[in-house]
């Protein structure tokens, strides 16, 4: 069993964003498999689910001690994901599990990613119109058990069909149901809701896959490490800072299902990041600081006293003219 040192490292990278954004993992480390290290799809992906197993337990652990997971959503969306994904998995047996089959619900799954991508940005929007604040408590959500099971049907059907993740599509989709809820909320419940559909979607991988373990070592090595770091970072980390980071993950993932190739995919990528720090820089101004409070007990107050202080014995100089 041979480690790859530079899988290890991608891996790291994908698992970073994977504990920050509970989104990406599936749409980002298959496709650096098969581009950058010529592992055979069938490999990449069955290699991919079953590092997923472990990978994605440690970022759910994370967020379960933080407090940032709503345990009766996760039971409504693995209710829905689970069946599904094998569902799904027979879906793709009936259509012969052909490469075009399959292309074909990847582009369809990346363009709801990409209307999800657009649609955070206008939730973004509208939220800081109306000046809502995504600070609701977890434990005060009220689910809504049909709408939350239908978007673990979704999820779990994409997967069975893709046999890549569907986290960024749950994301979204959760985002609209609970449009209080905050990102960080969002992610710990989306990784721990992950955990039961990746071992159902790794276990029929394992029987119908092609596992390479070396390739699943390497994997396993380099992500669990930076998904822990990654949810550590995003249960503590503030909506306002959280929120975009998804955003940019999703529309990458949107991006590589639709079939955008590696050198496009970094060109747009580029050009989106610089336009988007342009945006915010022309918006928020950060250089224009008004200034800054004086303390108690400054020179500012100094003065004022001392003026006070002179008025005073301008006005008690008539009187002592008077009594002299």
Same mark, same amino acid.
């Given at each position: 069993?041979?480690?790859?040192?530079?899988?290890?490292?991608?891996? =790291?990278? #994908?698992? $970073?964003?994977? *504990?920050l954004t509970g989104a990406g993992g599936g749409a980002l480390m298959t496709p650096m498999l098969i581009l950058l290290f010529k592992v055979s799809p069938p490999s990449a992906i069955s290699s991919d689910l079953v590092a997923a197993v472990l990978m994605r337990p440690v970022? =759910?652990? #994370?967020? $379960?001690?933080? *407090?940032?997971?709503?345990?009766?959503?996760?039971?409504?969306?693995?209710?829905?994901?689970?069946?599904?994904?094998?569902?799904?998995?027979y879906f793709l047996h009936l259509l012969g599990g052909t490469k075009s089959a399959q292309t074909h619900v990847e582009q369809a799954l990346g363009a709801a990613l990409l209307t999800g991508a657009a649609a955070m940005v206008l939730r973004y929007v509208l939220d800081v119109r109306s000046g809502a604040d995504r600070t609701t408590a977890i434990r005060d959500v009220v689910i809504k058990p049909v709408p939350t099971l239908v978007i673990g049907m979704i999820g779990g059907l994409i997967v069975g069909l893709t046999s890549?993740?569907?986290?960024?599509?749950?994301?979204?989709?959760?985002?609209?149901v609970y449009p209080m809820l905050s990102s960080k909320n969002l992610v710990g419940t989306d990784l721990t809701q992950a955990v039961p559909l990746t071992a159902a979607a790794a276990a029929g991988a394992l029987i119908f896959g092609s596992v390479q373990?070396?390739?699943?070592?390497?994997?396993?090595?380099?992500?669990?490490?930076?998904?822990l770091i990654g949810s550590l970072l995003s249960s503590r980390a503030p909506d306002r800072y959280l929120r975009p980071v998804i955003t940019f993950?999703?529309?990458?993932?949107?991006?590589?299902?639709?079939?955008?190739?590696?050198?496009?995919?970094?060109w747009i990528l580029s050009v989106t990041g610089i336009?988007?720090?342009?945006?915010?820089l022309v918006c928020a101004r950060p250089w224009?600081?008004?200034?800054?409070?004086?303390?108690?007990?400054?020179?500012?107050?100094d003065q004022a006293e001392d003026q006070a202080e002179g008025a005073?014995?301008?006005?008690?100089?008539?009187?002592?003219a008077r009594t002299g």
């Open positions: 069993m041979h480690i790859d040192p530079y899988i290890v490292i991608g891996s =790291a990278v #994908v698992g $970073l964003l994977v *504990g970022g =759910a652990a #994370v967020h $379960l001690r933080k *407090g940032t997971v709503r345990l009766g959503m996760v039971g409504w969306l693995a209710a829905g994901s689970v069946p599904m994904a094998f569902l799904g998995a890549v993740g569907s986290g960024s599509l749950m994301i979204v989709l959760l985002l609209f373990f070396g390739v699943t070592a390497s994997l396993i090595i380099g992500s669990v490490p930076a998904v993950v999703i529309f990458a993932s949107g991006l590589k299902y639709v079939g955008v190739g590696t050198t496009g995919l970094g336009a988007a720090i342009s945006t915010w224009q600081r008004g200034p800054a409070p004086v303390p108690a007990g400054g020179p500012a107050e005073a014995e301008e006005s008690a100089e008539p009187d002592r």
